[in-house]
């Protein structure tokens, strides 16, 4: 056999094997993110763009506008800035860019997330307070009112949906707070935004923070902040950090429009566009809303008619983004044999992440429609009725 017809086989064997196993979906990711995404937003990145061609940044300019149309009614108070790299980094451009050195953070940590950005203002050297609650409990706002009294404090952040749990922390209530003591408020909306209606101008919301791989039902690959226009105007020459400059980032899209400073994920960026598209075909966020609640409530009330039961209690806002389960009280119970059972039923679920409990999530969003819900029971069910 020549070289070349060596290199041909080698290359059909490849391709052969590509297809069969890693083209088609094997699962459903029931998962927070990434999560499962259409053929055709999967398809739309089937295209090379080049990044500095009018083209390519007209489109990075309708995002841009798609996504301040999707965040408020008063679309000429907001603007928006896509930033490179998963949510966190979009989060980590926010606390690092918009805090001046002599400002001060308070942030409310009801889970993994809050703390991450804990996290974040500590390596950053950003004075930090913490209200820290129980990753199953609300914030107290009488608690956040007096802290709010710290004439230094100037910003302060909260998790919308906290994922670690699923909970949906009170952000009106507690933004009304931080409104009426002066400061400016950011929210990780991060895996509730496009997935749960909110209107960042009624709740006074000055920077937004979400992903292209949650509720929008995109692939991952940038995030991007809704920002107040007057607000992020303010924020040249705070960064803490060149490549994650919120601001520089924001004035070359607007400068430029819709450039970015460095490589952007073009693939990823197009297929953003598609799912945009998408989300305006199946009715927008009402219509969205509405399937991942009756998702979550398919799955919450079938998992307990088969005696699983749920870690937040109704003292607590549940979001229809992803649900937590206690194990059973089985001594046969393996996460790990459960996880791989139902992955080869074609669903992965999602370990738990609460401090001090055994428990495990369950994700609503993405494509993921009611019936799925429905053969997820039944795999279960079967589950439980083999190995319980
Ligand atoms: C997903 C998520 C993030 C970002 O996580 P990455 O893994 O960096 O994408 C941040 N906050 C919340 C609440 C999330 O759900």
Not at 32 to 50: E, F, H, I, Y
Request: glycine share 6%; with cysteine; charged share 25%.
């Amino acid at each position: 056999m020549n070289i070349q017809t060596e290199l041909n086989r080698e290359q059909s064997e490849v391709e052969s094997q590509v297809i069969d196993h890693d083209l088609e979906n094997r699962y459903l990711l029931l998962t927070p993110g990434p999560l499962s995404t259409s053929n055709t937003v999967r398809k739309a990145m089937q295209r090379d763009w080049c990044t500095w061609d009018k083209e390519y940044n007209v489109l990075v300019q309708e995002i841009r506008q798609k996504l301040v149309n999707l965040s408020t009614k008063n679309t000429e108070l907001y603007t928006a800035v896509l930033m490179q790299g998963s949510g966190s980094f979009a989060v980590e451009s926010v606390l690092g860019s918009v805090i001046p050195r002599d400002g001060k953070i308070l942030i409310i940590n009801n889970g993994a997330y809050g703390a991450r950005m804990v996290q974040m203002a500590k390596y950053l050297n950003i004075e930090v307070v913490e209200l820290n609650y129980a990753e199953t409990q609300s914030p107290s706002l009488k608690e956040i009112e007096q802290v709010l009294q710290d004439q230094k404090i100037t910003h302060v952040a909260c998790v919308h949906c906290e994922t670690t749990t699923g909970i949906l922390n009170p952000i009106k209530q507690i933004g009304q707070l931080v409104k009426s003591s002066g400061k400016i408020w950011i929210v990780d909306a991060m895996s509730s935004f496009g997935g749960v209606p909110l209107d960042l101008a009624d709740l006074e919301i000055d920077f937004l923070i979400s992903s292209a791989n949650k509720c929008i039902q995109g692939v991952p690959g940038f995030g991007f902040v809704v920002a107040k226009r007057e607000q992020i105007e303010k924020c040249q020459g705070r960064a803490r950090s060149v490549s994650l400059d919120l601001y520089d980032q924001w004035n070359t899209m607007e400068k430029y429009e819709g450039k970015w400073r460095f490589t952007s994920p073009t693939h990823v960026v197009r297929a953003f566009y598609q799912a945009l598209l998408e989300l305006d075909i199946e009715g927008g966020v009402a219509a969205r809303f509405k399937r991942y609640q009756e998702n979550q409530r398919k799955l919450e009330q079938g998992m307990q008619k088969l005696a699983f039961k749920l870690v937040l209690d109704n003292t607590v806002e549940q979001s229809p983004i992803i649900t937590t389960f206690l194990y059973p009280e089985n001594e046969k119970f393996s996460f790990q044999a459960f996880y791989e059972a139902l992955k080869a039923s074609g669903f992965v679920i999602y370990p738990g992440k609460v401090s001090d409990l055994n428990c495990f999530r369950i994700g609503n969003i993405g494509e993921v429609y009611p019936s799925d819900i429905d053969r997820l029971l039944v795999a279960i069910e079967q589950y439980c009725q083999k190995e319980l």
